[in-house]
């Protein structure tokens, strides 16, 4: 991960994985300062779990994207930390990347949409079928002076905007290719693709070559030849038991 002072401005910290202690001590990883902020103030890991924050027993509450967070926030690459003055963007290590050809997905476009994750409308989709327009112009973040759109076709799931004023995954950018998760923030608007059938064909893709099957060894005819055997010796036997039943009466 990486994480931006973005208020006040100074150089982003490369951090990997983490985890990273951020709080007033000098020997934080990222060092704040102001009021209200203790030595060890938060910490952030990426585990199985994604990325994760922990806020330290009696520190002040974080507010992520402008939600406070007591003791713990599953976080995206994107998302906006506020503690006191101090404003931190959480980013993925490297931009994302640009389109250059790619998996077609148009077949999976009906299970593609964006998730609102603030304001109002927090939790509504928005559907990618198969382009989505937004900005300028849209139904959608109209107050914006810029346009962008996101779809999925032969080149695969596309971000596409007129300015580089948007985010993906905390980095500006006028042409990203997206993945299931990534966070797109368009002035106050945050959204996070979700697209399940691309999550469903990554899985499938990962996993490993079915095993060839193997030819059956000889004693396995061997043992398949006895049961039809048995098999013949008891429909004889059968047969005789009735012939015996049916003389007898």
């Not at 061997?222 to 059968?238: Q, R």
Request: net charge negative; glycine share 10%; hydrophobic share 50%.
């Amino acid at each position: 991960m990486r994480v931006v002072c973005v208020q006040p401005a100074r150089d982003p910290v490369l951090c990997g994985d983490g985890p990273v202690d951020i709080g007033s001590a000098p020997d934080a990883a990222v060092v704040l300062a102001g009021t209200g902020v203790a030595q060890r103030h938060l910490t952030l890991v990426a585990d199985a779990r994604g990325l994760v924050l922990k806020v330290e027993p009696h520190a002040q509450h974080v507010h992520v994207n402008a939600r406070a967070v007591r003791e713990q926030a599953l976080l995206r690459y994107g998302d906006v930390l506020t503690l006191g003055g101090n404003r931190l963007l959480i980013t993925s290590d490297v931009p994302p990347l640009a389109p250059s050809g790619g998996q077609a997905v148009s077949g999976a476009a009906d299970q593609v949409a964006l998730r609102f994750t603030s304001g109002a409308d927090s939790g509504r989709l928005l559907a990618v079928a198969p382009v989505l327009h937004l900005g300028a112009g849209t139904r959608h973040c109209g107050d914006l002076d810029y346009g962008c759109r996101v779809s999925a076709g032969a080149d695969g799931l596309l971000f596409e905007a007129d300015t580089a004023a948007p985010c993906v995954n905390g980095w500006h950018c006028t042409r990203a290719r997206l993945a299931p998760g990534d966070q797109i923030v368009l002035g106050q608007q945050h959204f996070v693709v979700e697209a399940p059938g691309l999550e469903y064909a990554a899985h499938v893709a990962a996993l490993p070559p079915a095993a060839a099957a193997e030819p059956a060894a000889a004693g396995d005819e061997t043992a398949a030849t006895e049961i039809w055997w048995l098999i013949a010796a008891a429909a004889v036997l059968a047969a005789v038991i009735a012939l015996f039943l049916y003389f007898r009466w």
